[in-house]
């Protein structure tokens, strides 16, 4: 019965989380964490909903290291995205896993729908939230629509329940079901697997989506192309959207709000033309310094300025015209 977690490391993680096996703050002092909740959406304050997710003072330990995270508190709005953001070993990651409790937090509180995750069993938990990672991890002796369809067959569903809503997620990522519901994953692009793993995610009809790093491994249309649809099939579904990810283009493109994070410590929480407007911190103003270095650089190539007659050439398709600067 263990054979599924002999095939791939990225397997055993897959059928770890849902049990397939068997058959704005202020610039922070160092040492300190962040204020915690974006300053619109507090309790009592105008356009406040509910949180989806409440993290309540979480910090996780590890032992004979410091804090992988320290104290953090977040609300995240149903049908909102939220995107972690920082470097290598800021604890976004560890962040993500202890929503769905891959990863026990050591002290604090996280309420999913109001729901204390400490009270619910895990797998149940898990079964409820969608999570998709890098690499994936399609079972490649499963067609495409038994991979889509694992969760609702562990859960019971009627088989044209499942066909059905195989079929409709299948087209919603953008993978015409009659087309791609019988294919091998060993005969998709890396594009069209990670599509895959969103609906395989989202199948059982889970309202919260965990994402960590799930555009990394592919080429840059290919990634923009994911981008977009995933921004589709969250507005689609309703779907309240938790992403982790260093790449600081894509948290901007694709958020309501961005949580940077530092060494375990959330420093700032905001829209993202606020943070890129007013970075309230070392770190945050760091990160953000590389888009906008990138768009000056853009802007050079697409304008490029005539050093003798002070003016600025704009070029297209149709050849290129003299603007004064």
């Not at 000056?296 to 600067?325: K, N, W, Y």
Request: with cysteine; glycine share 8%.
């Amino acid at each position: 019965m263990n054979i599924i977690r002999l095939l791939f490391n990225q397997e055993d993680l897959l059928a770890h989380l849902y049990r397939l096996v068997p058959i704005s703050g202020e610039r922070v002092p160092s040492g300190k964490p962040a204020s915690c909740v974006d300053d619109r959406i507090r309790p009592g304050t105008k356009g406040y909903r509910p949180g989806m997710i409440s993290i309540r003072e979480v910090s996780k330990r590890y032992p004979g290291q410091v804090r992988a995270v320290d104290r953090l508190s977040l609300e995240v709005s149903a049908g909102e995205t939220l995107v972690l953001l920082g470097a290598s070993g800021s604890g976004k990651t560890t962040t993500l896993k202890m929503i769905n409790r891959l990863i026990e937090p050591s002290e604090g509180q996280i309420l999913v729908a109001g729901e204390d995750t400490a009270r619910l069993d895990p797998v149940q938990l898990r079964r409820r939230i969608g999570y998709v990672f890098q690499g994936v991890g399609l079972f490649p002796h499963w067609r495409v629509a038994d991979n889509v369809a694992a969760v609702p067959r562990l859960l019971a569903w009627p088989e044209e329940r499942i066909r059905a809503r195989v079929d409709t997620l299948l087209t919603s990522v953008g993978l015409p079901a009659d087309e791609y519901r019988e294919r091998w994953p060993s005969e998709l692009s890396g594009g069209q697997r990670q599509r895959v793993g969103v609906a395989r995610a989202l199948a059982a009809e889970a309202k919260i989506l965990l994402m960590d790093e799930p555009f990394g491994a592919v080429d840059p249309v290919t990634r923009d192309g994911l981008q977009r649809e995933l921004v589709a099939v969250r507005e689609l579904l309703g779907l309240t959207v938790v992403l982790v990810t260093h790449d600081v283009t894509e948290a901007l493109l694709l958020a309501d709000r961005i949580a940077v994070m530092d060494e375990g410590r959330l420093v700032q929480v905001g829209r993202p033309a606020e943070l890129y407007a007013r970075p309230k911190s070392g770190v945050v103003e760091r990160l953000l310094d590389m888009p906008r270095r990138q768009t000056d650089r853009l802007q050079a190539i697409v304008h490029p300025r005539d050093p003798e007659a002070g003016r600025t050439t704009e070029t297209g398709t149709g050849g290129s015209d003299e603007v004064l600067s």
